[in-house]
């Protein structure tokens, strides 16, 4: 069963609103099995308004509105609903008495504008409204069933629980859903596409999305059946085949950001992590200290974002930075070593590298990062290279240095436990 | 001239993410005058969207589509917009050069699904996409014009100033605009527009749109007028009225964001700068080196998220820690006074807190946040307390931060030029 959401209101049209409503509605309808398949915000334009509901009634089981159930002219949702359905607007003398009521306990007369919102459209049940003056309405036109909501969400989500909720579960097949949110770094969208589209494209029950942000793609897996065990079964032939191909690109199988897993795999070992940051300016620092409670495996560390910076904050020698320039493997390396010793950290990041737009050498260009990793007993580092702006390329290189870390921590360490 | 917004992709039709390019292209258009009057999300369904784009071209002549550009099979928009417009696809090998060569910059091969970039629908202009595989596409349809963009933000927003407005621009009826793009730190959205309402209200001529983020609110207006200088004559009677309600909570006339305001004025003066930061965990020093050549004046400082850290690092006595907490005032400027003495810079922050969700006292509950400030001569501290999330708490401290420097580096200090 398919639904779609209509927002309502030339306000949702600026570049300051955004229509919300629609997330929560979201997500009450995955959860009943229903997917949503178009979301509309069109103005207050009772023609605009019509047409979006015909096309949407045309197609889909399942449409919802909200807002526009005002008392004011710019205020169209049941007139325009009731022209796209070819049915009339009829006058409901109990609405008003009602809306009245609710006048009358604020200790208020009902203005004569309010009368607009007691017009029913024939067919229509009306659907009571605690929170504020104007109802809801549910109707079945054939076999699509529309919900006329507010928009304000402190009236439109108890209204849609209390009432169109319990009505949608009688029209729905039972049916449960399944689903995986997976995590991967350090692969660009189009080879995760490239490796997993052979799985994912042979199994048509199970319904995939991938999202892309730099350094971090997101798969969601759903997959729907009568039980929640059939749903579970579905979902169980695709994800192993999934995660086998990934193999350690896959970073969390239950959508946690990779700064969670990381300091979730550092508490399970009792260790401690300390950062130098140079071309990030802090953003590792940021992520991981984003997680609540990571004060109980990251202790700090140090921005060194200037050369005698690095000499005077971490004691690297000018020697080593004039020999080797501070975008440089050994430096990466010094980094680290300076701030675990510094710190007493268990482990310790470092980043620095060029992130544009100046900057750069023939060898070494704008987008190269060097990231240097202590563990107990070895230092690491890895170079990297990224295109795009100072922007991106700060981005990549902290999910490379969070990456790298990840990595290191699934693996055992010789002599540890 | 109206113009309607698809956004493409089902990741956008799940409960977790919104679409917000359209409100950077609505703020777009509405500053050249177009209204947006209907906004879409379609999930990655051909058919689909190709009818949403045949409805929309029928009736609006601006139709702008991002998302659904890229290499996989999920990517329907090429596609769809050319079925919608009976016109055909067609390889483009120029194209295919341009992703090769961005791979092979990368040092990495392209992959074979990428060659699906390389199609061109029939009588389209290609718009190159520098941070970013997707090219982009502008056609018209008759009197329509549509535009295929990416929906990343960082490769859809310069994509539309550099190529696709400028386009537009020749479309419309020869018109000036005026704009002036304020931000204001530290006062919440409603009381902007409380003091604001009664100035812009009152002329229909200048366009106000307000926009709000954690601690920043930016304020646009527009005139429109057949020549630039009336057009300016318009906002130069609002303008004025705006900037002595807001006083110095007005931080930026250009739009520039505060962490480059506080730049500029660093560097204006040929001053340093140096934080120590625990609840922000680096966010601020993050800030400050997202602008370029911000190594001029930042210098560094230290990530000291455990009381440990705070002692060796940044070498405070354990003894004021014990007596005061780490959350405190004396706490807040000894690090401030301590990152500044290791860094030998001319100003300092340091930034300590509750960002919760556990911690906090009854005098200084989750929330409450001291900001240390060094400027040469003086030391001094703010406490400031917000409500809202760890993510919430954490931005608005380090917007706090910055502006509290900001405010320091506008007032001319005793005994300096």
């Known amino acids: 069963m398919n639904a779609e959401i209509i927002a309502v209101g030339s306000e949702l049209l600026t570049p ?14 995955n959860g009943l099995g229903v997917a949503v398949v178009s979301k509309c915000v069109v103005g207050d334009d009772r023609q605009r308004l019509a047409a979006a509901v015909a096309t949407a009634a045309a197609r889909s089981e399942v449409i919802i509105l909200t807002g526009g159930l005002g008392p004011t002219e710019d205020d169209v949702t049941r007139d325009a609903v009731a022209s796209a359905l070819g049915r009339t607007l009829e006058y409901d003398p109990e609405i008003e008495a009602v809306i009245d009521a609710r006048f009358r306990r604020m200790g208020r007369t009902m203005a004569e504008i309010n009368k607009r919102q007691a017009y029913r459209i024939s067919g229509a049940e009306l659907l009571e409204n605690p929170n504020g003056t104007a109802p809801g309405q549910w109707l079945m036109a054939g076999e699509t ?4 909501l507010p928009g304000p969400p402190n009236e439109m989500k108890p209204m849609f629980d209390n009432h169109c909720r319990p009505r949608l579960e009688k029209l729905l097949p039972a049916q449960a859903i399944a689903t995986r949110f997976y995590r991967i770094a350090g692969m660009p969208e189009s080879d995760v596409d490239q490796l997993l589209a052979p799985v994912y494209t042979r199994y048509k029950d199970v319904a995939t999305t991938i999202l892309a942000a730099p350094g971090d793609i997101q798969l969601h897996f759903y997959a729907k059946a009568p039980t929640a065990e059939a749903a579970e079964a579905r979902l169980g032939v695709v994800a192993p085949q999934i995660e086998a191909l990934l193999g350690d690109r896959l970073y ?3 959508g946690d950001p990779l700064e969670k897993v990381v300091g979730d795999l550092l508490d399970k070992r009792g260790a401690t992590l300390a950062v130098a940051e140079s071309c990030t300016g802090g953003m590792v620092a940021e992520r991981i200290t984003s997680v609540p409670g990571s004060s109980r495996y990251f202790l700090g560390g140090m921005i060194t ?3 005698p910076m690095k000499e005077s904050l971490l004691q690297i020698s000018d020697g080593l ?7 440089s493997e050994p430096v990466a390396r010094a980094m680290a070593e300076a701030v675990r010793f510094h710190c007493q950290s268990d482990y310790a990041l470092s980043v620095t590298g060029y992130a544009g737009p100046d900057g750069g050498t023939e060898r070494d260009p704008v987008g190269t990062v060097y990231i240097g990793l202590i563990r107990p007993g070895s230092v690491e580092c890895r170079r990297v290279r990224y295109l795009g702006d100072r922007d991106r390329v700060r981005k990549l290189a902290t999910q490379a240095a969070l990456d790298f870390l990840r990595l290191t921590l699934e693996t055992p360490h010789p002599g540890q436990a």
Do not use: G, H, Q
Request: hydrophobic content about 40%; glycine content about 0%; overall charge negative.
């Open 305 to 307: 974002y200037t050369d």
């Open 321 to 327: 930075i004039y020999k080797f320039t501070s975008v």
């Open 16 to 29: 300051s609103r955004i229509d919300t409503d629609s997330l929560f509605l979201t997500e009450r309808l």
């Open 252 to 254: 969390s199988t239950n």
């Open 145 to 148: 069933a529309l919900m006329l």
